[in-house]
């Protein structure tokens, strides 16, 4: 599983990517994999959210 990332870094990725940067181009500058910056951008379209999707089974106590 992977690291979560920032959510500044989440904020200058979607940030870079409304400027007019190609995702690929975006995810090079911040060293990320570029598949991040394509789910957060989909998130992001979807959602209006930056923030990471909760983790783990759906219903259960913590």
Known sequence: M???ISHDLRLRLVRGIA???SR???AAQFEVA???AVR???RYAATGSIEPA???PPGRNR
Do not use: F, I, M, Y
Request: hydrophobic fraction near 20%; proline fraction near 6%.
């Open 2 to 4: 992977g690291k979560t």
């Open 19 to 21: 400027d007019g940067k």
């Open 24 to 26: 690929r181009s975006v």
């Open 34 to 36: 570029p598949s991040t």
């Open 40 to 42: 957060l951008q989909a």
């Open 54 to 56: 909760q983790a783990g």
